[in-house]
């Protein structure tokens, strides 16, 4: 059997493996502290785009709400908002009006395409102000 550290270690690469950080992850300090046989995982407090993430997640979503995305039909890069009526609903990088995309075409954005379309939103943003 493994210890509570190690099962909570285990939960949180599992975790960040689909995108979410839950930052207050850890052993319960009272039970773990307890002679208790099975101490408890205290799974913490984190924000609301974060509980959105985790419950994308557990639904299945693919991509998850959350992350980027790239529209396989025109290459356009968004972060996924939702999922409504079998659609993935996707916002402009730097924000701007959603549009909705086939799952099909839906695909994890590369992590240097979404730092190449989020500067590029900044650079434009500063040439407007």
């Known amino acids: 059997m493994r210890s509570t550290e190690e099962v909570v270690e285990t939960l949180r690469e599992a975790l960040v493996g689909v995108g979410v950080v839950l930052p207050s992850l850890t052993v319960d300090p009272v039970t ?4 208790e046989p099975f101490a408890l995982v205290d799974l913490g407090r984190c924000n609301s785009r974060t509980a959105e993430r985790l419950a994308s997640v557990l639904r299945g979503e693919r991509p998850a709400v959350g992350t980027h995305a790239v529209d396989e039909r025109d290459g356009r890069i968004g972060e996924v908002m939702g ?5 993935v609903q996707l916002r402009p990088v730097g924000g ?5 995309c086939p799952p099909e075409s839906a695909s994890p954005a590369p992590a240097g395409e979404v730092l190449r379309a989020q500067v590029r939103s900044r650079n434009r943003g500063a040439r407007l102000s």
């Open 83 to 87: 999922h409504v009526g079998g659609r």
């Open 32 to 35: 773990g502290a307890s002679d």
């Open 96 to 100: 701007g009006r959603e549009w909705e």
